[in-house]
Structure formats: structure tokens, C-alpha cells
């Protein structure tokens, strides 16, 4: 038998998708006519497995370049897979609804002859003597690598978090490397390349992540003895239920278990603290109304609008809660960009999907890009750049009149994230009052810091700045 690994470039609808590779072998020696095996792609780059949601192409449909052959669920979200070949689709190899389908297992099968579809009704992988796994671990590497762009210019790092410049010069590397370096907060200027002119690949990026792993992953004996029982302790098993209890089990989704990991590890790593301010937003709700009463239906801006300016306008000021923690590096990354990340309730789980240089946006355009990123978050089609990242992030339940206080959970690798309550009238003293006092229009928001980056008086200066630009919102001018 002999095998042709091809790795091809998936192309999408962004830079990020457009560096994830797809691994395909082709077959021609066996009892079946000349065939590819397709693989189940990477579509993030922490993605290992994925749920096929559903096939958008059946056994015997043409194919073409950019048509969408499957929706997978990755740990995030629901993505198209888009194919990248002239052909027919000969075999499906895993049903649609399976679930933790490891990256590069054959999914299906497909001919460039439309004449061979029906030669493959009973077709399973051992027919084709090979699969992708076996021959992507000696060439998928080095091939992958071939097909990626040429170096880019290093960007400034007010614009992009992700670029590869260095206090001592310039550090080339490849897309997919800087990608799994931002990823997992690496500094590309720590790795040695090994690519053409000492560039950094990926490969260089896999075996740094490595030698990390592989040495002490803790700096104190603190760390240790808090880190082991996480790792250490089994799961408990479910305790016994009686005969006439009712109830419904409800299975974890991909998703739900990243989101549980992540917030486990937030909580237990991070010594964070929170500062809750009562602040007055009734001269912010005038110019809400006052905005939308000139908008003649081209826009609607909402509080939470107002409440992401006016975050990048305090972040500004105190950079420090703009920032991220990266003990590996070994340093403290401080932003001067505003990529402010929003929660967003969906039915699979929370997701924040991020407004990027919001210092540099108005008000309406704010306004609009939360709402396409919202809607498209809860239907599981946002791009992995959209939710991955973010500097600094916000989380609102203001719009439940029950919630008048709460609290959220940092966003790892960011410092700081606000919690913005619901808008409450609050009885103030006024001397002009026939009575003595006037009701005020007021917003608890708490924010949680990480103690790493911002000290509890930044903390509380952060606030204070927060407060100043709402409570004098004609600051957002400034």
C-alpha cells in the first residue's frame, strides 16, 4: 500500500480558521477505486476532540472548495467545517451525534469520481489499509509547517496582543505559532526556532509546552498543596437516591466541561479580592435616552453600551487592571488596547465573546457589534478569535431587578472583571426638596481583581475612575 499525506490549509472566514490544517490520506492501493480518508479537523487550537453535530453534505453529493461538509462542536462552539477539494462524497464513517471524536480520525470518505460512490457502500477504514493518525505522526508536523504564510512585519502591540516583537528585536514565527503561543501565554522571544532563518514554528511552540510540563509546574509549596487535591482526589461517586425520588440526568457537553475546568482552575489559582462601589447612573440614563431619541432607528444603545466605554476609559487610566499574569514569562503583560469581553448567557453555557479596541470605538458602534456577537454566540457561530482572548471583561445582570449585588470569576489570564448589578432607587438627601430628600438612580458594580497585578489600592483607584467617568459621562468625551 502506499499513502499520500496531504495537509491542507482549512480556509475560512478568518486569519485563525485559515491556519488550521486539515490531515487527508489519500489511498490507491486496495480492493477499492482511488479514495480520501478525512479526517476529523482541528478548529481551535486547544481543540484534541469535537462532537459531529450534524452532516451538511449525504452520501453521493458533489463537493466543492468552501462548501460546508459538517457542523462540529468544538470546546467553545459549533463551527461549519468547510472542505477544500473537487469530489463526491462516497462514505460517512461517523455518524452525525457523536460525540469526542479525536482530531484526525477518519469521519468520511471521499472520490473525485462520482462513478465510485456506490463501491463504497460497505466501506470501513481497515478497507483502506491506513489512516490519517498513523501517517500524520511522522509528516504531519513538517508538512503542516510547509504550507503556512510567509512571515508578517511585526505589528505594534497597542493594536495586537498576539504580535511576536521583543524588547532586543525582531521575532519571526509562523500564524499557527503565534496562535498556540497567545493561546497558552507564551513569549515567542523564550523559544528558539528551528524553522528557515530561525523561524518559530509550531513544532518549536509543542516542544516548549513540553519541557514546561515537564518541570516543576509550581513555584511554591503553597501552590503545590493546593494544586494536588484537584488532581489527586477522585470524583465522588453519586450518593444513593431514594426510591420515590424523581429526577432527570442531564449529560455534560463539551462546552460545559471546559467552562467547569476553567472555573475550577480561576478559583484555585488566582488570589483574587473584590471592590463594590454604589454608583449614580442617572446622568448616564439621560444620555441614553437622549442618544436614542436622535437615533431615527439606526441605532439603540443600551446601558451596558455606555458601561463598556466607560471601562476603557478607566482602564486607561489604571492600566494595571488591564493586564495579564504570566508566571511562565515571568512577567506581568500590560495592554494599552481595551479588548473588553462580555458574557453572554447561552443555551450550552457561558461565553464571552470580546469587543476588540474598544477605546478606539464610538458608542454605536459598540452598540452594534454586541448585538451581532451576541446572537451569533447563542447559536454557537462565533469564530475562535472572537471568544478567545480579551483584556479585561464585564458581566451584567442588571437586567434581573432581583440581582441588586454579585460577584464573578476572572476570565483567566486577565486581572479584573466587573459585575454590574441592576438600577435601584435610592432615597438621597436634597436640601431643594419639599421633603427634604430625592431619589437617585443607582447601579452596584463589583469589580474582582487578581492580587497579582492589581494591588488592593488600584484596585479601589480603578473603581474610583470607574465611578468618575459614569457618574460623568460627558468623560467618555475626554
Known amino acids: 500500500m502506499s499513502g499520500l499525506l496531504r495537509v491542507i490549509p482549512r480556509a475560512g472566514r478568518s486569519t485563525f480558521l485559515a491556519a488550521q490544517l486539515r490531515l487527508q490520506l489519500r489511498c490507491y492501493a486496495s480492493s477499492y477505486p482511488p479514495h480520501t480518508l478525512i479526517g476529523m479537523p482541528a478548529l481551535s487550537p486547544t481543540m484534541s476532540q469535537g462532537n459531529i453535530a450534524a452532516w451538511s453534505k449525504k452520501v453521493g453529493d458533489e463537493l466543492s472548495p468552501g462548501c460546508v461538509l459538517a457542523e462540529i462542536e468544538t470546546d467553545k462552539a459549533q463551527m461549519d467545517f468547510e472542505f477544500q477539494d473537487d469530489g463526491y462524497l462516497a462514505k460517512i464513517l461517523v455518524p452525525e451525534g457523536t460525540k469526542d471524536v479525536p482530531v484526525n480520525k477518519p469521519i468520511a470518505v471521499y472520490v473525485e469520481d462520482a462513478a465510485d460512490v456506490p463501491a463504497f ?35 505594534s502591540a497597542a493594536v495586537d496582543s498576539s504580535s511576536s516583537a521583543s524588547t532586543v528585536g525582531r521575532v519571526f514565527a509562523s500564524p499557527l505559532a503565534k496562535t498556540l503561543a497567545l493561546e497558552h501565554g507564551i513569549a515567542l522571544k523564550n523559544i528558539t526556532g528551528t524553522g528557515p532563518h530561525g523561524r518559530v514554528i509550531k513544532k518549536d511552540v509543542d516542544e516548549y509546552l513540553k519541557n514546561q510540563a515537564a518541570a516543576p509546574a509550581a513555584t511554591s509549596p503553597a501552590a503545590d498543596v493546593k494544586a494536588a487535591p484537584v488532581a489527586a482526589v477522585p470524583a465522588a461517586p453519586a450518593p444513593p437516591v431514594s426510591a420515590g425520588a424523581t429526577y432527570e440526568d442531564i449529560e455534560v457537553t463539551t462546552m460545559r466541561g471546559i467552562i467547569a475546568d476553567r472555573l475550577l482552575q480561576s478559583t484555585n489559582t488566582i488570589p483574587s479580592y473584590i471592590v463594590s462601589s454604589d454608583i449614580s447612573v442617572s446622568k448616564l440614563l439621560k444620555l441614553r435616552q437622549s442618544l436614542n431619541a436622535s437615533a431615527n432607528n439606526e441605532y439603540k444603545i443600551s446601558i451596558n453600551d455606555i458601561l463598556i466605554k466607560a471601562i476603557t476609559v478607566a482602564a486607561k487610566r489604571v492600566p494595571e487592571a488591564n493586564s495579564y499574569w504570566l508566571p511562565k514569562e515571568n512577567v506581568i503583560r500590560k495592554f494599552k488596547n481595551v479588548d473588553v469581553s462580555v458574557a453572554v448567557a447561552t443555551p450550552t453555557g457561558l461565553i464571552t465573546p470580546i469587543v476588540k479596541n474598544a477605546e478606539a470605538k464610538g458608542l454605536v458602534e459598540i452598540s452594534k457589534e454586541v448585538k451581532e456577537l451576541a446572537k451569533r454566540a447563542k447559536i454557537n457561530k462565533l469564530l475562535p478569535e472572537e471568544f478567545q482572548g480579551g483584556t479585561i471583561c464585564i458581566s451584567n445582570l442588571g437586567m434581573n431587578p432581583a440581582v441588586s449585588m454579585f460577584t464573578s470569576i476572572i476570565n483567566m489570564p486577565q486581572s479584573t472583571i466587573l459585575a454590574i448589578a ?11 426638596a419639599d421633603n427634604g430628600f ?13 492580587h497579582r497585578t492589581v494591588d488592593g489600592a488600584m484596585g479601589g483607584e480603578f473603581m474610583k475612575q470607574l465611578k468618575k467617568v459614569i457618574e460623568n459621562p460627558l468623560e467618555l468625551l475626554l
Not at 141 to 147: I, R
Not at 422 to 432: E, G, L
Request: without cysteine; aromatic residues 6%; glycine residues 4%.
Open 121 to 155: 457502500e460497505n466501506f470501513t477504514v481497515q478497507d483502506s489499509k491506513g489512516t490519517p493518525e498513523t501517517a500524520a505522526k511522522t509528516e504531519a508536523a513538517p508538512a503542516a509547517e510547509k504550507t503556512e504564510a510567509k512571515p508578517e512585519p511585526v505589528k
Open 422 to 432: 441592576t438600577v435601584k432607587k435610592v432615597a438621597i438627601p436634597d436640601a431643594t
Open 438 to 450: 430625592s431619589f437617585d438612580d443607582q447601579v452596584t458594580i463589583t469589580g474582582t481583581f487578581d
